[in-house]
Each structure stands twice: as C-alpha cells, then as structure tokens.
C-alpha cells in the first residue's frame, strides 16, 4: 500500500461492537488508526479499540494459544469471520468514502451495486473484510 498522509475520515452509525485478532498489532493500529482515522479509545501492549460511529472495535494481538487449545466460549464460532458491514449515511457519503479510501492509498473495490445494495468493499491487513454499505 502507499505511503501518504490522507486519512480517510470513515463515517459511520456502527455495529454494537466486534473483536477482532490481527497477525501483527503495530501494523493494525497504523491501518485503522492512521489510515483509516478511526479515533483511538484505549490503547495497550497487547490490544487496541477504537471507535466506529458509536460502536467499539477491539483489536487484540497474535494469540498465543494455539486456536486447538483455546477454550470455547459462548459466542464463538468454528467459522471466521466473512466481513464487517458498517453502515454509510447515503450514497453522496458513500461515493465521498471511496474517493477518501483511494487517497488514503487503500485499495477498494469501489462502488457497486448487487441485489439493490450500494456499498464499497477493501479488506484490511490481515485479509478481514469491511464494507461501507448504503443504509
């Protein structure tokens, strides 16, 4: 990805919340935080949350438990995660986002249309998808 100085500036009425791991937390800080411009809520040496909209997205560190060994918590699923849909104010805001994400250097798929739905999709650096999606 490009270097630059842009922020994208994503806005957004959120999700209620969501936990997400990342291979490499510096690397998604930087993505989210930076990149993205999601403002920082709580920082720490082994997770991060930041806000979207008025929702809280954690971000925690390389597991150091093999996923085999981990406990199963209520919630948990033997699926991952397929994306994050986070709702968009309108289609000006929208097109206004794409156009941000492309300056912020962030590859995306631009606007489509499917099935009547108006969104922007672009993964982040571990490959978890996002969407920005037309309420």
């Known amino acids: 990805m490009a270097t630059t100085t842009e922020r994208a500036e994503i806005r957004t009425t959120g999700i209620h919340h969501a936990t ?16 993205l411009g999601f403002i920082l809520l709580k920082d720490g040496p082994d997770q991060f949350a930041f806000a979207a909209g008025e929702s809280s997205i954690r971000v925690l560190g390389p597991s150091e438990t093999p996923e085999a060994d981990e406990p199963r918590r209520p919630g948990r699923r033997g ?27 962030i590859e995306h798929s631009g606007v489509l ?16 998808g996002w969407k920005l999606q037309v309420i």
Not at 20 to 33: E, K, N, P, Q, T
Not at 83 to 88: E, F, M, R, S, T
Not at 113 to 128: H, K, L, R, S, T
Request: hydrophobic letters at 45%; a negative charge.
């Open 113 to 128: 249309v499917e099935a009547g739905n108006e969104y922007v999709a672009f993964d982040d650096p571990d490959g978890i």
């Open 20 to 35: 997400l791991r990342s291979s490499d937390l510096a690397r998604a800080r930087i993505f989210y935080v930076e990149r």
């Open 79 to 105: 699926a991952g995660l397929d994306h994050i849909a986070l709702a968009c104010v309108g289609a000006t805001e929208l097109r206004r986002a794409a156009s941000a994400l492309t300056a912020a250097g």
